[in-house]
């Protein structure tokens, strides 16, 4: 079955650095494309970015874009988020997520805080 499990979260000052990885499982993950999204207390789910399925395509939300960087390991089937001057608004819930045959799969979230 397809599994997503992210990791790397925690608490950071403003202005530091985390990296997030998204372990993936149960599918071919090379043939994906392969998607960040983050959801803050009280706000919907929104979209972070996005990588193409060979890594040489990426997209960013426009709040993230110059900060954050989205890159994968087709070998080690993980995809991961680099997050890099990283402010209050920053925090929040971080999902990866896999489209596979129109069925929608979440991991579990990592919890992202940036706070001094």
């Known amino acids: 079955q397809v599994q997503l499990v992210e990791s790397g979260g925690g608490l950071v000052q403003p202005g530091g650095s985390l990296r997030l990885s998204c372990a993936a499982s149960?599918?071919?993950?090379?043939?994906?494309?392969m998607t960040w999204y983050r959801q803050a207390p009280g706000k919907e789910r929104e979209l972070v970015a996005v990588?193409?399925?060979?890594?040489?395509?990426?997209s960013y939300a426009d709040s993230v874009k110059g900060r954050f960087t989205i890159s994968r390991d087709n070998a080690k089937n993980t995809v991961y988020l680099q997050m890099n001057s990283l402010k209050p608004e920053d925090t929040a819930v971080y999902y990866c997520?896999?489209?596979?045959?129109?069925?929608?799969?979440w991991g579990q979230g990592t919890q992202v805080t940036v706070s001094s």
């Open positions: 149960g599918f071919t993950f090379s043939s994906y494309a």
């Open positions: 990588i193409a399925s060979a890594g040489n395509i990426t």
């Open positions: 997520r896999a489209v596979i045959r129109f069925s929608v799969y």
